[in-house]
């Protein structure tokens, strides 16, 4: 059984090898587009790197960043390219700017708000009144008739 885990497992890696004929000749040059491919998702997928993913249009996105990265420009660069043509979604880990500020810090708030209204919550209960005699008789006279 260990045997076939081990023969399946290879074959999914070599599957998922790139074409080494789509590899830059620089192995530094490679070696950023790789690092650059970990950070681009998906579109197909939508939550994998396209380092990760077979689709087509992975296999088009590391072509484009090979060849970015081919004519000299830098990672900034590259990455401008690709949210130029795709939108700021086709970073896995996109920056911090006023487009998206709420989507990185809105988890926070949300967290803040719910600390802030449990607190009052607790409060309200500890100022909490006890009954008034009065209120007591009349609370015991209708339980009294609610059980008749």
């Known amino acids: 059984m260990k045997r076939l885990l081990l023969i399946l497992g290879a074959v999914i890696c070599m599957g998922a090898a790139s074409d080494p004929a789509e590899r830059l000749p ?28 077979q689709a087509s249009l992975s296999a088009d996105l ?10 000299g420009k830098s990672d900034r660069d590259v990455r401008v390219f690709l ?8 970073l896995l880990k996109p920056p911090f700017n006023p487009g998206n500020a709420l989507l ?5 708030l949300l967290v803040l708000l719910g600390l802030i209204g449990l607190a009052l919550l607790a409060r309200r209960r500890e100022t909490a009144q006890d009954l008034t005699p009065e209120e ?13």
Do not use: H, K, M
């Open 26 to 53: 620089d192995a530094a040059a490679e070696a950023r587009a790789r690092t650059l491919f970990r950070e681009v998702r998906c579109l197909v997928c939508q939550n994998e790197s396209i380092d990760d993913y």
């Open 62 to 71: 590391r072509r484009a960043v090979r060849e970015q990265v081919a004519a």
């Open 83 to 90: 949210t130029a043509r795709y939108g700021e979604y086709v």
């Open 104 to 108: 990185w810090i809105g988890p926070f």
């Open 136 to 148: 007591e008789r009349r609370l015991a006279s209708l339980l009294r008739d609610g059980q008749d």
